[in-house]
């Protein structure tokens, strides 16, 4: 494993970052599994929710390997504002609004936070292909289920204002520069990247909801 020693808090701190989106995708599939009425839907859900247990405790057991003494973790504010805004529309018994939050908005920015982190960890010869690929696998059947279901209800999306899920992760990257800049990366491509892999009916209704751009 061809990682620097300067560089094992700084890795942990990213780690620390996915770790806490995967308990937040944890809780809130187990708890949209209790809202829909589909047996099909339902059992996905589950399955969901207990593979994001796996990443969630393969990510902690990456962050005390590398760092023992344990790191905080970066972007705390907008995770608990994320987690805050999926909460309440699973107390609304909204759906759809949780789906777009999870399955397609926070999936789909995890979709790129997990590339980079492989091709980081391919870069540095750091090993685990298998585990990498299961959860990177994972995590694209997850972001897939959330656009197929969000195909469905077309018609419900505009009573859905998505700008205020896509605005808490802007400002969770741009939070995250200094971290990026550790590794050479830039906080506004991954913002660029982010919006690249949204659904154009999200985008769009973001931007003649918010003007979000």
């Known amino acids: 494993m061809n990682i620097g020693a300067d560089e094992k808090k700084h890795i942990a ?3 620390k970052f996915l770790l806490c989106c995967e308990k937040i995708a944890h809780r809130c599939s187990a708890r949209q599994a209790k809202l829909c009425e589909d047996r099909q839907m339902k059992r996905f859900l589950l399955k969901q929710s207990r593979q994001e247990k796996f990443h969630a405790i393969t990510f902690q ?3 005390l390997f590398l760092a023992p ?3 905080n973790a970066p972007a705390q504010k907008q995770t608990r504002t994320y987690d805050a805004l999926l909460d309440e529309a699973i107390k609304n018994q909204d759906l759809l609004s949780s789906v777009i939050g999870l399955q397609v908005i926070l999936e789909g920015m995890g979709e790129i ?7 980081g960890m391919k870069q540095r010869d750091a090993g685990l292909q298998k585990l990498r690929r299961a959860i990177l696998a994972q995590e694209d ?15 419900s999306i505009m009573s859905i204002q998505p700008e205020v899920y896509l605005a808490v992760i802007s400002d969770m990257l741009t939070s995250m520069q200094n971290l990026f800049e550790f ?8 913002i660029a990247d982010f919006r690249l892999n949204l659904p154009d009916q999200i985008y769009k ?4 909801n918010n003007s979000y751009a």
Do not use: C, M, P, T
């Not at 197929?148 to 077309?154: A, G, P, W």
């Open 205 to 208: 209704n973001a931007i003649s």
């Open 13 to 15: 701190r990213y780690l």
């Open 113 to 119: 936070a997990l590339a980079r982190l492989d091709s």
């Open 141 to 155: 059947a997850h972001h897939d289920f959330g656009l197929q279901y969000l195909n469905k209800n077309l018609l």
């Open 183 to 190: 590794f050479d990366e830039d906080s506004d491509q991954y």
């Open 61 to 63: 057991s990456g962050i």
């Open 69 to 71: 003494k344990g790191v």
